[in-house]
């Protein structure tokens, strides 16, 4: 029963199959780059730009004056 719904609403008519392709393909492609991005953060904490780029900016500021 829940097959053949799925099938009539979703495989039935061409355009909406492929409609769901790509809709689906973009959607976890965000989910994944989301994960990535968030997973690959948390492993390099304390050493990417954005964590020790306030060391760096006062250090200019100081030298300036």
């Known amino acids: 029963m829940?097959?053949?719904?799925?099938y009539?609403?979703?495989i039935k008519r061409n355009y909406i199959?492929?409609?769901t392709v790509f809709v689906g393909a973009f959607g976890l492609q965000l989910a994944?780059?989301?994960a990535s991005d968030?997973?690959?953060s948390n492993i390099n904490k304390?050493?990417?730009?954005?964590d020790?780029?306030?060391q760096y900016l006062e250090k200019e500021d100081?030298?300036?004056?």
Not at 2 to 6: G, L, N, Q, V
Not at 62 to 65: A, L
């Open 52 to 54: 020790i780029k306030h």
């Open 2 to 6: 829940i097959a053949h719904s799925i």
């Open 38 to 40: 968030s997973l690959w």
């Open 17 to 19: 199959f492929v409609s």
């Open 62 to 65: 100081e030298d300036d004056e």
């Open 32 to 34: 994944f780059d989301t």
């Open 46 to 50: 304390g050493r990417q730009w954005k």
């Open 8 to 10: 009539n609403t979703l």
